[in-house]
T-cell receptor, first 113, second 110 residues
């Protein structure tokens, strides 16, 4: 039973570029949440997808967008990258729209130069 | 904004000792979760405690919740080197969102 997978594991971009991060949820899960974790901080909620719709959004600008596909996998897109976007991006999956028990992927470490 | 704040920020103990970390939060909640994160990788869900529970156990973990003081504690008994990690509490904000604290970095020395 595969857990949550994310790709790529590491990524280096320059300011102004765009990036797409991918997440495959744990088998049987249909809900995906994305988090940004800066160094030394706790994860910050970006948004959540359920039934291919964005259900709730954290305090992030519109440069951050996402998508959920019919197979429940998800993408996180960040446009016009800033140095401050450098962080570990975590995807978490859960079942039935609940987020009481989330399973996290290993994350994608993004470095913006 | 951070809802939960862990204390202490860092903790170093010897193998076999107990480790206690605390979480304080600001608004009423119906549950609280604890997660572990090894070396900046993905988080692992440890335990969820509901507002009508005062204490919950899972193996060497004991979690308490005091809703009157808006605080929770995580106790790891008989710590092992493998327990070295960052520990976060998470509290619900709205229907679907959880807010994580800044974490306690635990180092268990062999």
């Amino acid at each position: 039973d595969a857990g949550v997978t994310q790709s790529p594991t590491h990524l280096i971009k320059t300011r102004g570029q765009q990036v797409t991060l991918r997440c495959s949820p744990k088998s049987g899960h249909d809900t995906v949440s994305w988090y940004q974790q800066a160094l030394g901080q706790g994860p910050q909620f970006i948004f959540q997808y359920y039934e291919e719709e964005e259900r709730q959004r954290g305090n992030f600008p519109d440069r951050f967008s996402g998508h959920q596909f019919p197979n429940y996998s998800s993408e996180l897109n960040v446009n016009a990258l800033l140095l401050g976007d450098s962080a570990l991006y975590l995807c978490a999956s859960s079942w039935g729209g609940s987020t009481e028990t989330q399973y996290f992927g290993p994350g994608t470490r993004l470095l913006v130069l | 904004s951070q809802q939960g704040e862990e204390d202490p920020q860092a903790l170093s103990i010897q193998e076999g000792e107990n480790a206690t970390m605390n979480c304080s939060y600001k608004t009423s909640i119906n549950n609280l979760q604890w997660y572990r994160q090894n070396s900046g990788r993905g988080l692992v869900h440890l335990i969820l405690i509901r507002s009508n529970e005062r204490e919950k156990h899972s193996g060497r973990l004991r979690v308490t919740l005091d809703t009157s003081k808006k605080s929770s504690s995580l106790l790891i008994t008989a710590s092992r080197a493998a327990d070295t990690a960052s520990y976060f509490c998470a509290t619900p904000s709205g229907t679907y969102k959880y807010i994580f604290g800044t974490g306690t970095r635990l180092k268990v020395l062999a």
